[in-house]
């Protein structure tokens, strides 16, 4: 299994600011993912983070408005950029380990005013 | 593609009922593993079971059981003698190997006191 922390685990932020979430595994890992819930809605995959290699996104999400970083195998950011009131949501980091199991962290729950 | 459909959206128990929640997958390849996740209000997202599509042995866990049945493409998830702490949104998950994980769009249940 994996824990997973995240930083900040709320944040309140205006229009046009951008708010880097922080993620920390507490094992190595290979494949990290970013994933965003909107209010009462599922969850949906934003990137694929790899170490040492550039993030893989899903249909409907940039690089320039989600930029991520891996810096290692235990560690990952994303940047929500330019942010506007659509951006309100749960980000959620994950991380697979023990095989095929993605195990999440906590969550940031953000509201862009 | 893989999809899975979670057909019960809100459902409500009194404590100390039974409740099943459905969930049907859809997928091409032969190998896939299926998860099902907790998230109580806090918003957390708990891994409760995995099962790999090799292996239709059902499982039980204390409360928690599962049945998984290819024939009819379902991994259905029963509480028995449901609690008030079971209130949450349950997720079931497919994913191909090596591949991003599906979620459905979750099951909120609430057990009433």
């Known amino acids: 299994s994996a824990v997973i922390s995240q930083k900040p685990s709320r944040d309140i932020c205006q229009r046009g600011t951008s708010l880097t979430i922080q993620c920390q595994v507490d094992s190595q890992v290979t494949m990290m993912f970013w994933y965003r819930q909107q209010p009462g809605q599922s969850l949906t995959l934003i990137a694929t983070a790899n170490q040492g290699s550039e993030a893989t996104y899903e249909s409907g999400f940039v690089i320039d408005k989600f930029p991520i970083s891996r810096p290692n195998l235990t560690f990952s950011t994303l940047t929500v950029s330019n942010m506007s009131p659509e951006d309100s949501s749960i980000y959620l980091c994950?991380?697979?380990?023990?095989?095929?199991?993605?195990?999440f962290g906590p969550g940031t729950r953000l509201l862009v005013l | 593609a893989q999809k899975v459909t979670q057909a019960q959206t809100e459902i409500s128990v009194v404590e100390k009922e039974d409740v099943t929640l459905d969930c049907v997958y859809e997928?091409?390849?032969?190998?896939?593993?299926l998860f099902w996740y907790k998230q109580p209000p806090s918003g957390e997202l708990v891994f409760l079971i995995r099962?790999?599509?090799?292996?239709?042995q059902n499982e039980i866990s204390g409360r928690y059981s599962w049945n998984f049945q290819k024939s009819t493409s379902s991994f259905n998830f029963t509480i028995t003698a449901s609690q008030v702490v079971d209130s949450a949104v349950y997720f079931c998950?497919?994913?191909?190997?090596?591949?991003?994980?599906?979620f459905g769009i979750g099951t909120k249940l609430q057990v009433i006191p």
């Open positions: 998950a497919l994913s191909e190997a090596r591949q991003k994980v599906t």
């Open positions: 099962r790999n599509s090799f292996d239709e």
């Open positions: 997928t091409r390849d032969t190998t896939y593993y």
């Open positions: 994950s991380a697979r380990a023990g095989g095929e199991t993605q195990y």
